[in-house]
């Protein structure tokens, strides 16, 4: 059982770059799939980025794909997402999702959330 908590999170300008970590407790990190989701005002929560648990495969939505890189540490129980190039639409709360899935682009696999840390990127 892990429990993700994220942070980073902030206002930054558009063009500009954010980190998003996600800390998550418990002995077996590196056994769960974890993913970024986020959700903007009036949206429904959206697909981010996903990596396995070894790290050797990620994945991305079209939308963020060649900005955003996400990665992890499994020796400090910790994942990134570093964000590049951020754009007013990219405005959202984004949340850490912790899971034993093998369909990592849905949200449904993912049994474990955190509480979210909003983004804001101005025009």
């Known amino acids: 059982q892990v429990q993700p908590v994220e942070s980073g999170g902030g206002l930054v300008q558009a063009g500009g770059s954010l980190r998003l970590s996600c800390a998550a407790s418990g002995r077996t990190f590196s056994g769960y799939a974890m993913a970024w989701f986020r959700q903007g005002p009036g949206k429904e929560r959206e697909f981010v980025s996903a990596?396995?648990?070894?790290?050797?495969?990620?994945f991305y939505a079209d939308s963020v794909k060649g900005r955003f890189t996400i990665s992890r540490d499994n020796a400090k129980n910790t994942m990134y997402l570093q964000m590049n190039s951020l754009k007013p639409e990219d405005t959202a709360v984004y949340f850490c999702?912790?899971?034993?899935?093998?369909?990592?682009?849905?949200?449904?696999?993912?049994?474990?959330w955190g509480q979210g840390t909003q983004v804001t990127v101005s025009s």
């Open positions: 999702a912790a899971g034993k899935t093998m369909n990592l682009l849905g949200p449904h696999g993912y049994d474990y």
């Open positions: 990596i396995t648990g070894s790290g050797g495969s990620t």
